[in-house]
């Protein structure tokens, strides 16, 4: 299965409390609106604490966010991903909310499905 990871930095400005309220808020309903029925689903995970090892440089973390989606297919993902950051996504940019954005798409695969083989990758591209 394929999947989009999304990175997003908050601007300085903001609080992690409007961020969230907006990632959870406009930028959901934009993300249903255009991703519709390809979004098999769409997380979103909010750091909330360092790693072990991973300290924070003035008690910042480095994401405020970790962004997934997942479709059938590679190509059904990327081109998601482009109708989402092409609709609006760059203008919620523009209005203030995010300051970076580093976004990946993966071909996910579950470690734990089968302890008695070792995992493959079943790539169809």
């Not at 998601?80 to 990946?104: C, H, I, K, P, Q």
């Amino acid at each position: 299965m394929y999947k989009a990871i999304v990175l997003l930095k908050r601007r300085a400005h903001i609080s992690s409390d409007d961020f969230e309220s907006w990632f959870l808020g406009e930028h959901a309903r934009h993300a249903a609106e255009v991703g519709g029925e390809r979004l098999l689903k769409y997380t979103g995970s909010f750091v909330v604490a360092p790693g072990p090892r991973s300290p924070w440089p003035n008690n910042e973390p480095a994401v405020d966010v970790v962004s997934e989606f997942w479709c059938t297919d590679r190509a059904t993902v990327e081109a998601t991903y482009a109708d989402l950051a092409g609709a609006r996504g760059e203008v919620n940019n523009v209005l203030g909310m995010v300051s970076w954005r580093e976004a990946f798409v993966a071909e996910e695969i579950d470690l734990l499905a089968d302890l008695r083989h070792r995992p493959r990758r079943l790539r169809s591209d």
